[in-house]
């Protein structure tokens, strides 16, 4: 077998395999999220939230792979999401003292912040709160993508 044909295997081969872990990455959270919560199970929730704010696919650094969009309320016992979220794993839900919408942002204020829970769906969802956490000691709520150190969307609520 020539040089060049064995360079042009592994050059193609290599491509194939790297597209289908990639896609395989993108997929898996899809496949293994448990059911969304029903439109009416996130809005008799959210009926007793304190606030709403509006999660954006315009913000600074999301794009095409990582963004949130839909009406986020926040109670002082959970907080919940009518909307959808970019397929990804290891979402957490954060409080922040300032709004965010950089990776660099986050990654200089994640020690003021607090981590509230897993987001585990893409298509609305609801995160209790823990007792030891107080949303009004904060004014932003925005999902992050742990593994990666990803920023995916997040919304200022006061």
């Not at 999220?33 to 009416?40: D, L, R």
């Not at 990804?88 to 003021?112: A, H, I, M, Q, W």
Request: aromatic letters at 10%; one cysteine or more; hydrophobic letters at 40%.
């Amino acid at each position: 077998m020539k040089v060049r044909t064995l360079v042009l295997l592994i050059a193609t081969h290599g491509l194939v395999g790297f597209t289908g872990f990639a896609a395989g990455i993108y997929a898996l959270p899809i496949l293994t999220a448990p059911p969304a919560p029903s439109a009416s199970e996130v809005t008799a929730i959210s009926s007793n939230a304190s606030y709403t704010a509006e999660f954006r696919r315009d913000l600074e650094d999301s794009d095409a792979l990582h963004w949130g969009e839909g009406t986020v309320s926040v109670s002082s016992e959970s907080i919940t999401l009518i909307g959808t979220l970019a397929p990804g794993p290891d979402y957490k839900l954060y409080l922040s003292p300032e709004f965010v919408e950089t990776e660099s942002d986050f990654n200089r204020l994640k020690t003021n912040m607090v981590r509230v829970g897993d987001v585990k769906t893409f298509e609305n969802f609801i995160v209790n709160i823990p007792p030891s956490v107080d949303p009004e000691n904060f004014n932003s709520v925005i999902v992050w993508c742990e593994s990666f150190g990803q920023f995916i969307t997040s919304a200022k609520y006061r």
